[in-house]
C-alpha cells in the first residue's frame, strides 16, 4: 500500500481515458488530493463550455465526493516555504499550484502521482510516481 495524492494532470487524463489512474495505483493504496487540486477541478468546471460543463461536472463531483482532500495546514504551510526557498535558490522556478502539491505530500508523507515530471522533478523531498 502506497500513501499518494494525485495531482490534477493525472485526474484530467483519467476523465479522458479510464486506465490512466488504474496504471498508476491500485486498489489498496491510499490516495488523496491537495485542496488547490480541488481547486483546480472546480475551476475547469467553471471555465467549461456548455457543452462539456455537465460531464465534467459530474466527474468532479464524483472526485471531490470519493478521494479525501488534504488540508493547506500549518506543517503544509512549512513545507511550501522549503520548497519555495529551494527553488529560489537554485534558479528553477516551478508553478505556485505544483509547489502547493509538493508540500501537501511532503507534509503528510504521500507520493506524488503527476503525469507532468518536470513539476515535480528535484523538489527536496517530493516522490513522484509519474
Known sequence: MA????????????????????RLM????D???AAITAAELLVGV????????DRRSAFV???LETIPVENYDLAVAQAHADLLAAVKKAGQPRGAHDLIIGATAVATHRI???T???AFAELPGVQLRA
Open 3 to 22: 500513501r499518494l495524492i494525485l495531482d490534477s494532470s493525472v485526474l484530467i487524463a483519467s476523465e479522458r481515458s479510464s486506465r490512466t489512474l488504474d
Open 26 to 29: 491500485s486498489d489498496d493504496d
Open 31 to 33: 490516495v488523496a488530493i
Open 46 to 53: 467553471n471555465l467549461a463550455d456548455g457543452r462539456h460543463r
Open 61 to 63: 463531483r464524483s472526485v
Open 112 to 114: 506524488v502521482v503527476s
Open 116 to 118: 507532468d515530471r518536470r
